[in-house]
């Protein structure tokens, strides 16, 4: 049994710096009385670790429990508003997905669309992606990975904030399964190049396409949120990636 004097361990704190600043932004009426509503059908209830978006070390979630059935698997890190993926579940009901975001009202706009747009096979989730990646999802779950503009962090001093850096290959690499796949797409030039060198030099992957970029994703409906890169002159730049066979 434990000691009851013994001294309460000392409290987990992330060791580097998150992808995100969660603001407190206040959520519509609308969107209040979606999260108060729709939350036990949308998202996932996860246990926490010290930070409120953290998820706890050894805390998984089985997703044939969840979606009840086998099907394929796509999460999208980063989800926004929800508009790219409330679109692709609504247009694959053949398969499940899985939006992960911190910000509060982003998820409830998701579910107020899904709800609206009928879409049942979609689960959201409140928390650091790193940490979905790494302990939420069971290694080997997912069939697609899917990070489309994440942040650019494109103040030099800031670059560590960037989700794809060194490291995220492998979180990447034990949520996919043998063959699966991971798209990006940025607007921004440095980022695109930066994501590009990660990969090329993550063990677990290789390129899906020739040249120096992919071709666009055509299962991502165009969003105010790219059409506001190309309006401002950036090229969109994709890129695609296979995971590798696991060693027998």
Known sequence: MPDPDAPESAPRFRDKPVSFVRRSGR????QERAWDDLS???LLEVERDAAATSIRPGSTIDPVAEFGRQSPLVVEIGSGQGHAIVHAAGQAPERDFIAV???RAGLARTMLDADR???RNLRLVEA???EVLEHLLPEASVDEVWIFFPDPWHKTKHNK???IADGFPALAARALRDGGTLRLATDWEDYALQMRDVLSGADH??????????DRFDGRIMTAFERKGIAKGREIRDLTYRRHPRSA
């Open 27 to 30: 959520m519509s009426d609308a």
């Open 40 to 42: 036990s059908t949308y």
């Open 101 to 103: 975001e911190v910000f």
């Open 117 to 119: 747009e009928g879409v």
């Open 128 to 130: 650091n992606a790193p």
């Open 161 to 163: 904030r960037r989700l």
């Open 205 to 214: 992957f290789e390129p899906v396409f020739e040249g120096e970029w992919a």
